[in-house]
């Protein structure tokens, strides 16, 4: 396989070095921004000359971002390459549109290292659905939200100094909100359900609800009551189609979830038949990521060509499929939350069970309102 890398960041370099340990692997150009005198023999920055070069068959695109990534890995199909990427960004926002011009190129799209970063997350969920009917997916798939967590019941702490710690470990980016506000989760859930159940659900249709207003309060409260609080994406299968959405979550001591430590992730599906399977690992990194990338190349080396899923007829997000009780911690109290309330704790009040897109909807209002506000599931 003859390879053009796009990108040469974190986990470009990477799949540099694990390439330059194989012989069926041969990395032939890198797309970069700027001088790299370790490359310097392979390096351009000129994506045409990677487009026009009839030796190169696969494009490894792991730049980021929606442009100029959209508009290489568009040209690449169409010129007959096959794509491996981990732009989970990409990915998620156009979705059908790209494995639709994969198809009609009859090359491959790979994207596992968009969902989990070196867990084999999407290769798992594409391989259960050859026997068995996926019933849920999600789980906590953000290690910077899992890290700020995990160390805020560890001991107490605020919110602003953790997330600076996160900083200061590379976890969080220097604008840390698609980690904190559930937008990077969001995308790895929507690129995970539609592959579970066959759909082309939009990212922004998912209801969230993100960490930034978690308090050391609310933290000590969960935890007097033996519950713990992550960021936890769901997505289920439900009469009229899938019903999806992300949110902090007090789940009890015992629950897997509650022992995932520091930035690691835990991603789950639920089948008929085998029941649940968990993947633990690390959600990201370089040599983590760009593992996943390698074997996507490896599995069309092999003839893997077809993306994971076909998403069929246009599917409903059905977000108020599930009710539960939550934790709600407002300066002020409304009508309809007073209408649904049905305990005190310490901070805030616990709801009787409510649907799940009529809270978080209320939520995303109220915090304009009272940018403090917090609001937790309660599993
Ligand atoms: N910011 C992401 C995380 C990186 O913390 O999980 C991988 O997508």
Same mark, same amino acid.
């Given at each position: 396989?003859?390879?053009?890398?796009?990108?040469? &960041?974190?986990?470009?370099? &990477?799949?540099?070095?694990?390439?330059?340990?194989?012989?069926?692997?041969?990395?032939?150009?890198?797309?970069?921004?700027?001088?790299?005198?370790?490359? *310097?023999?392979?390096?351009?920055?000129?994506?045409?000359?990677?487009?026009?070069?009839?030796?190169?068959?696969?494009?490894?695109?792991?730049?980021g971002g929606?442009?100029?990534?959209?508009?290489?890995?568009?040209?690449?199909?169409?010129?007959?390459?096959?794509?491996?990427? *981990?732009?989970? *960004?990409?990915?998620?926002?156009?979705?059908?549109?790209?494995?639709?011009? @994969?198809?009609?190129?009859?090359?491959?799209?790979?994207?596992?290292?968009?969902?989990? &970063?070196? %867990?084999?997350? +999407?290769?798992?969920?594409?391989?259960?659905?050859?026997?068995?009917?996926?019933?849920?997916?999600?789980?906590?798939?953000?290690?910077? !939200?899992?890290?700020?967590?995990?160390?805020?019941?560890?001991?107490?702490?605020?919110?602003?100094?953790?997330?600076?710690?996160?900083?200061?470990?590379?976890?969080? /980016?220097?604008?840390?909100?698609?980690?904190?506000?559930?937008?990077?989760?969001?995308?790895?859930? @929507?690129? =995970?359900?539609?592959?579970?159940?066959?759909?082309?659900?939009? /990212?922004t249709e998912?209801? !969230?609800?993100?960490?930034?207003?978690?308090?050391?309060?609310?933290?000590?409260?969960?935890?007097?009551? &033996?519950f713990v609080?992550? +960021?936890?994406?769901?997505?289920?299968?439900?009469?009229?189609?899938?019903? @999806?959405?992300?949110?902090?979550? +007090?789940?009890?001591?015992?629950?897997?979830?509650?022992?995932?430590?520091?930035?690691?992730?835990?991603?789950?599906?639920?089948?008929?038949?085998?029941?649940?399977?968990?993947?633990?690992?690390?959600?990201?990194?370089?040599?983590? !990521? *760009? @593992?996943?990338?390698?074997?996507?190349?490896?599995?069309?080396?092999?003839?893997?060509?077809?993306?994971?899923?076909?998403? =069929?007829?246009?599917?409903? +997000?059905?977000?108020?499929?599930?009710?539960?009780?939550?934790?709600?911690?407002?300066?002020?109290?409304?009508?309809?939350?007073?209408? %649904?309330?049905?305990?005190?704790?310490?901070?805030?009040?616990?709801?009787?069970?409510?649907?799940?897109?009529?809270?978080?909807?209320?939520?995303?209002?109220?915090?304009?309102?009272?940018?403090?506000?917090?609001?937790?599931?309660?599993?």
């Amino acid at each position: 396989m003859n390879i053009a890398l796009l990108g040469f &960041g974190v986990v470009g370099g &990477g799949v540099y070095e694990l390439c330059r340990k194989r012989t069926d692997l041969s990395l032939r150009r890198v797309l970069v921004r700027s001088d790299k005198p370790e490359i *310097a023999s392979i390096a351009t920055r000129s994506f045409d000359d990677i487009l026009s070069d009839p030796s190169i068959d696969t494009v490894v695109e792991v730049m980021g971002g929606i442009h100029p990534a959209k508009e290489y890995v568009c040209a690449a199909l169409n010129a007959g390459k096959h794509v491996v990427t *981990a732009n989970k *960004a990409l990915i998620a926002a156009c979705y059908d549109e790209l494995i639709a011009l @994969a198809r009609k190129n009859g090359v491959a799209l790979r994207c596992t290292a968009a969902v989990g &970063g070196g %867990i084999p997350w +999407l290769i798992n969920l594409e391989r259960v659905k050859r026997l068995d009917s996926l019933s849920q997916v999600g789980g906590i798939m953000n290690g910077t !939200t899992n890290f700020i967590m995990d160390a805020m019941h560890a001991a107490p702490v605020s919110f602003a100094d953790i997330l600076k710690k996160a900083q200061e470990l590379g976890y969080a /980016e220097a604008d840390p909100s698609a980690d904190i506000d559930g937008d990077d989760i969001r995308r790895k859930l @929507a690129i =995970s359900a539609n592959i579970a159940f066959d759909t082309a659900l939009s /990212e922004t249709e998912i209801p !969230t609800f993100g960490i930034r207003t978690v308090t050391d309060g609310d933290i000590a409260s969960f935890q007097r009551r &033996g519950f713990v609080c992550k +960021l936890i994406a769901t997505a289920l299968r439900c009469e009229d189609g899938v019903c @999806a959405f992300v949110e902090p979550t +007090l789940v009890s001591r015992q629950e897997p979830e509650a022992a995932v430590p520091a930035n690691y992730n835990l991603i789950t599906y639920t089948a008929d038949a085998i029941g649940r399977q968990s993947f633990f690992g690390q959600g990201a990194g370089r040599f983590p !990521t *760009a @593992a996943n990338v390698v074997q996507d190349c490896l599995d069309v080396l092999g003839g893997k060509t077809a993306f994971y899923s076909v998403p =069929s007829a246009a599917a409903k +997000l059905c977000a108020d499929a599930v009710a539960h009780p939550y934790y709600v911690r407002t300066a002020v109290m409304d009508p309809w939350l007073t209408s %649904i309330t049905a305990d005190h704790w310490e901070g805030g009040v616990i709801t009787s069970a409510v649907p799940v897109g009529q809270m978080l909807r209320w939520a995303k209002e109220r915090l304009a309102a009272d940018p403090t506000c917090f609001i937790a599931g309660i599993r």
